[in-house]
């Protein structure tokens, strides 16, 4: 594909590429410069090469490395099963499946070793992953055995009948002890990797909040989410002023991770048809976070 720079404030190379070709990761990006993909008025450049207008920059996009789903014995925490549902209790900084930059080590690395056979509706790269939580968002998450079990799950997750229950620290005090917001969420348009509730346009969200503590400078949350919009907590609450602590991408303070946690899911099991209630318990380092805060 042939682009070109109309000039303007000079821009990287790189940044130019990310704006113009959203649908690629940056780590793809990178790859295709590294690799002479890329090239600016005929010529190779780096990523930090500066565009200043006029310039025609040509890209041939090269293939994805290939996905592997290798079994690797590394630790799971089993928190519920029977024979169509796994639920797991993911660590934050885990990856769920691979994808750009994450190859090995990741969720579904460790549960191809322990289970074996698991739904491959998701295809070959995410067997039995049904739903995900971000990275660096910690807790429960449910993993189909069966395809019938996946399909069967998704559909409870498409007609909402899944309640999602999260625990979050958010930075500030909120006005209200309960409430909703209804704020649709879509694409930032300027910072590509995060989502907004800033617009008055976007996919529609329900994120429902109760206080369950308040310290100086914070408060502690139960969240229930109607949807599962992507990134939808952290782009709800920074919309209020009121970013999930430790979030640097949505405006938070620097901290040691997102304080967010995937506490509770309810769901019909499609082993017998009962209702199951999953918690993860709050991992120790937010449990640790939570104790040095002053109560107020």
């Given at each position: 594909?042939?682009?070109?720079?109309?000039?303007?404030?000079?821009?990287?190379?790189?940044?130019?590429?990310?704006?113009?070709?959203?649908?690629?990761?940056?780590?793809?990006?990178?790859?295709?410069?590294?690799s002479?993909?890329?090239?600016?008025?005929?010529?190779?450049?780096?990523?930090?090469?500066?565009?200043?207008?006029?310039?025609?920059?040509?890209?041939?996009?090269?293939?994805?490395?290939?996905?592997?789903?290798?079994?690797?014995?590394?630790?799971?925490?089993?928190?519920?099963?029977?024979?169509?549902?796994?639920?797991?209790?993911?660590?934050?900084?885990?990856?769920?499946?691979?994808?750009?930059?994450?190859?090995?080590?990741t969720?579904?690395?460790?549960?191809?070793?322990?289970?074996?056979?698991?739904?491959?509706?998701?295809g070959?790269?995410?067997?039995?992953?049904?739903?995900?939580?971000?990275?660096?968002?910690?807790?429960?998450?449910?993993?189909?055995?069966?395809?019938?079990?996946?399909?069967?799950?998704?559909?409870?997750?498409?007609?909402?009948?899944?309640e999602?229950?999260?625990?979050?620290?958010?930075?500030?005090?909120?006005?209200?002890?309960?409430?909703?917001?209804t704020?649709?969420?879509?694409?930032?348009?300027?910072?590509?990797?995060?989502?907004?509730?800033?617009?008055?346009?976007?996919?529609?969200?329900?994120?429902?909040?109760?206080?369950?503590?308040?310290?100086?400078?914070?408060?502690?949350?139960?969240?229930?989410?109607?949807?599962?919009?992507?990134?939808?907590?952290?782009?709800?609450?920074a919309?209020?002023?009121?970013?999930?602590?430790?979030?640097?991408?949505?405006g938070?303070?620097?901290?040691?991770?997102?304080?967010?946690?995937?506490?509770?899911i309810?769901?019909?099991?499609?082993?017998?048809?009962?209702?199951?209630?999953?918690?993860?318990?709050?991992?120790?380092?937010?449990?640790?976070?939570?104790?040095?805060?002053?109560?107020?």
């Amino acid at each position: 594909m042939t682009l070109s720079f109309p000039g303007g404030d000079a821009k990287r190379l790189d940044h130019f590429l990310q704006e113009r070709l959203p649908d690629y990761s940056r780590s793809r990006i990178q790859s295709w410069i590294k690799s002479g993909r890329v090239l600016v008025n005929g010529a190779a450049a780096k990523a930090s090469f500066i565009l200043r207008g006029g310039e025609t920059i040509e890209v041939s996009p090269g293939e994805p490395p290939p996905l592997t789903a290798a079994p690797e014995d590394l630790p799971v925490e089993i928190l519920y099963d029977d024979a169509a549902v796994i639920a797991v209790n993911k660590p934050a900084g885990l990856t769920v499946h691979a994808g750009a930059g994450a190859h090995s080590g990741t969720l579904v690395n460790r549960l191809v070793h322990h289970f074996g056979s698991l739904s491959q509706v998701g295809g070959e790269m995410r067997p039995g992953i049904v739903h995900r939580i971000d990275k660096g968002t910690s807790g429960v998450l449910l993993v189909a055995r069966t395809d019938a079990a996946h399909r069967a799950l998704a559909e409870q997750f498409a007609t909402r009948s899944v309640e999602k229950t999260y625990l979050a620290l958010v930075e500030g005090e909120l006005a209200r002890d309960s409430g909703q917001i209804t704020k649709p969420i879509t694409r930032d348009p300027v910072r590509r990797m995060r989502m907004t509730a800033r617009l008055e346009h976007g996919r529609a969200a329900l994120t429902e909040y109760r206080v369950l503590q308040r310290f100086r400078g914070f408060t502690y949350l139960e969240i229930r989410i109607g949807t599962g919009r992507t990134h939808q907590i952290r782009a709800h609450f920074a919309s209020l002023g009121h970013p999930v602590a430790g979030d640097r991408l949505y405006g938070a303070r620097a901290n040691r991770r997102i304080f967010l946690h995937a506490w509770r899911i309810a769901f019909n099991t499609p082993a017998t048809g009962e209702r199951v209630v999953v918690e993860a318990p709050l991992a120790g380092e937010l449990e640790q976070w939570l104790g040095e805060l002053t109560i107020i």
